[in-house]
């Protein structure tokens, strides 16, 4: 395989890509939530604390005056520096009372609401952000409580950068998982790519690799597996109806070249030329009953007519097809045997007779005089089993497996009436229901099961 490079059009950094910009994106969102609600809580801490305290202030300015506020705001003030606490206290033309602010800050109206601005404090006479509300005394007096913003500032840049590197590591962190991700993957698919390119150069044997974990790899890859299995059968089926045809159809095909060179001959008398018109005829009978069997067993292979699928009665069906051969058996001195019921499935009537049809057509090749044939059904869960049994000699166990083969035959003296299609046909019919077709040796006898799905 071509070895994969990293570019935008190679699916590996697309994916790489897009696993770190989603993370990235995810974790960006994630930490700016963080960011914001941590903000928001201290802001909302420090409000709660400076409003109830302004509030404290007040109840005491109307308790004991003026002057219980002046005592109320000293007492504060030796542990204010610890708390970055901030109080001002003016009368209401400014000068100051109380408090560790130089001033009045210019364009803050007293009640105001809250307020973020830069003050001088007393102790340090240095410009410091300080977050405050302030209210207008009944005296005329205006009082401001705030704290020291410098430390949130500073907590709020130790929460940025800690957010930022939280944000770095998670992205490097993504590119990791990425590549891993694509690494697991790939290799994965270069597995199968590998299997696949040896299949398209003609090894039907080679197989999609499975390690065993049970994966969605391995689903897709034993999905494959049975893909592969059921097209290695069909190319082996293929290659084996190929040679079929040609070795079943050259000799007819030669008897009928005959006969019709036959029938140039002048000297030919005419009753042999009957003979030989009806010979051929023969020939060209034989010759199509071969192909239109062989069209059905591929179009039951493909499964068409899936679309004429109903609801088949199969009792009525085997009581049907008795009443059809029971003639024939009697004629044979052969018994026909009903046992069983099964429920109705979903499936091509006329596809179904001719699969039974040619059951009891084999059955009847080979039951001896005076034995029975049984047709038995039942269900078996989601499937109906159709089994036809004779009592005749059986066939080797050894060629069981073929017996559903196109062109197999274990009769050595092959005749006309039989180009062994007829079981292939009903393998064909069988698959193309869901189900399979099996064959089994019951000593005496041998019984063929047709297993067909309920709902195909």
């Known amino acids: 395989m071509t070895r994969l490079r990293f570019s935008l059009n190679n699916s590996r950094t697309r994916l790489v890509l897009a696993s770190m910009v989603l993370s990235t994106l995810l974790t960006a969102a994630v930490l700016a939530l963080v960011y914001v609600t941590a903000t928001r809580t201290i802001e909302g801490e420090t409000r709660s604390v400076v409003s109830a305290e302004l509030t404290g202030l007040a109840d005491e300015y109307e308790r004991r005056g003026l002057i219980g506020l002046l005592t109320a705001i000293e007492r504060r003030l030796p542990s204010a520096s610890e708390r970055d606490a901030l109080y001002l206290l003016t009368d209401p033309f400014g000068t100051v009372l109380a408090g560790n602010l130089t001033r009045w800050p210019e364009g803050v109206t007293a009640g105001s609401g809250w307020v ?193 699928f109903e609801t088949v009665d199969l009792c009525q069906l085997v009581k049907d097809a008795a009443e059809l051969y029971e003639p024939v058996a009697a004629d044979q001195g052969i018994r026909l045997e009903v046992v069983g019921r099964a429920e109705p499935i979903r499936g091509h009537r006329p596809l179904l007779s001719q699969a039974l049809s040619n059951l009891l057509e084999n059955a009847l090749r080979y039951a001896p005089e005076g034995s029975a044939i049984t047709i038995e059904l039942k269900d078996d869960g989601p499937f109906a089993l159709l089994s036809v049994r004779d009592r005749g000699p059986g066939v080797p166990d050894a060629e069981l497996p073929r017996l559903a083969m196109p062109f197999v035959t274990l009769d050595p003296a092959r005749s006309d009436r039989s180009a062994g299609l007829g079981l292939a046909l009903v393998a064909a019919i069988a698959r193309m229901h869901g189900g399979t077709f099996a064959a089994r040796n019951c000593k005496p006898g041998l019984e063929v099961t047709l297993r067909v799905a309920r709902a195909s």
Do not use: C, Y
């Open 116 to 308: 973020e601005l830069e003050l001088r404090k007393t102790d340090t006479n240095q410009l410091v952000p300080i977050s405050a509300a302030s209210i207008r005394l009944p005296g005329g007096e205006r009082l401001l409580v705030g704290r020291d913003a410098l430390a949130r500032q500073q907590f709020d840049r130790v929460l940025f950068h800690s957010v930022a590197l939280a944000l770095g590591a998670a992205l490097a962190l993504s590119i990791l998982t990425g590549w891993l991700l694509t690494r697991l993957v790939f290799s994965r698919l270069r597995d199968i790519a590998d299997a696949a390119d040896s299949i398209v150069s003609g090894d039907l044997s080679q197989r999609m690799p499975q390690r065993g974990t049970g994966d969605e790899f391995d689903q897709v890859s034993g999905t494959l597996n049975n893909m592969l299995d059921r097209i290695e059968e069909l190319v082996s089926n293929l290659r084996t109806t190929s040679n079929s045809i040609a070795h079943d159809l050259r000799s007819p095909l030669s008897r009928l070249k005959q006969r019709v060179e036959a029938l140039n001959d002048p000297g030919i008398s005419a009753r042999d030329r009957e003979i030989a018109i009806a010979r051929a005829t023969v020939e060209i009978d034989h010759v199509l009953r071969v192909l239109s069997q062989l069209t059905e067993i591929s179009r039951a292979e493909a499964g068409l007519g899936r679309e004429q």
